[in-house]
């Protein structure tokens, strides 16, 4: 006699049924926790936002960014060129580069009786190849890099000041303060001197030897200090009002002869484009020097009238 089947497939169906009900428990979500701004993507994984692209994608022709009023004044050497020699010295010479988006420039160079002068100048555009840092950023990384390379003193903090010499300073004006609101008999009295005796050599002979007793206790100018310095207020020092970010940085390199070549240069950044402009000067008279003060405003005015090139870019 045959066993029946029939409880054998209820088992089955059975099975089936519950692996049906599993299936469909398993691909039901939570709509609200899908929506949920805490929700993370699929893998686990965070998007990161873009860090912003520079100002500037191109860079302006460094051999046409100077116009030759300019080179004119920079470079008193053209005067002594003929027409056709003066015309190619306009021109300049093109920096060699790889990349003429990222990096240009361009140098000039003419030599007259008196002196030889060199002008160059170059646009660097900074890209930064990390998603979380913009090119600008980056510029001013690099440009913070060639500060550094110059040695720039930077201003000191007024906060900073050592006590005493705060104190030196309030006692001064303590002082002051004194003698300002000090009653008129008591200044008077304390300027009056009882009258002393002449002594030989007063009067008018007297007068002119205390003058040349003067003259011969004056202390001698202090030869310790370094002749190639620039004076006070032309030393390498940041510019406020020129781009993003400026300094201007003045070095001279001194001969045997006493004669120096000078070399300023002028550092700014606008954006994510670094310029530099360096004019050096060569005087070819024995113990000659060139000037700090014209050289440092012809470079300055240049630099100017490259930020404002940039602009138009």
């Known amino acids: 006699m045959a066993r029946k089947a029939y409880p054998r497939r209820a088992r089955v169906t059975g099975t089936l049924l519950l692996l049906v009900a599993l299936g469909a428990a398993g691909c039901t979500g939570d709509p609200a926790a899908e929506d949920s701004p805490d929700a993370k993507p699929a893998g686990g994984e965070a998007t990161t936002a873009q860090a912003e692209p520079g100002k500037y994608q191109t860079l302006p022709q460094p051999c046409r960014a100077v116009e030759t009023g300019t080179l004119d004044a920079m470079l008193p050497g053209l005067a002594q060129l003929d027409q056709e020699q003066r015309q190619r010295a306009y021109e300049g010479t093109s920096s060699v580069t790889y990349d003429s988006d990222r990096r240009t420039g361009c140098r ?4 007259s009786a008196d002196a030889g002068h060199l002008l160059r100048i170059d646009f660097e555009r900074v890209v930064s190849y990390s998603a979380s840092v913009s090119d600008d950023a980056r510029a001013q990384a690099v440009y913070g890099d060639r500060m550094k390379e110059a040695e720039l003193p930077l201003p000191s903090d007024p906060r900073e000041e050592q006590p005493e010499r705060r104190a030196d300073d309030s006692a001064k004006a303590d002082r002051d303060e004194a003698r300002a609101t000090a009653p008129a008999d008591d200044e008077a009295g304390q300027g009056a001197s009882p009258e002393a005796p002449e002594r030989p050599g007063d009067g008018k002979d007297g007068k002119e030897g205390k003058e040349k007793e003067a003259g011969k206790s004056e202390e001698p100018a202090d030869e310790t200090a370094d002749p190639s310095a620039p004076a006070e207020g032309l030393e390498p020092r ?14 001279l390199a001194t001969s045997s002869s006493g004669s120096g070549q000078r070399t300023v240069t002028v550092v700014f950044r606008t954006s994510n484009v670094i310029v530099t402009v360096e004019y050096e000067a060569q ?9 700090s003060a014209s050289m440092q405003e012809k470079a300055r005015e240049l630099a100017g009238l490259l930020a404002e090139r940039l602009s138009d870019v």
């Open 238 to 251: 940041l510019l406020q009002e020129l781009a993003d970010d400026a300094f201007i940085d003045d070095q």
């Open 283 to 291: 005087p070819k008279q024995v113990a000659e020097v060139p000037d």
């Open 108 to 111: 000039w160079k003419v030599d």
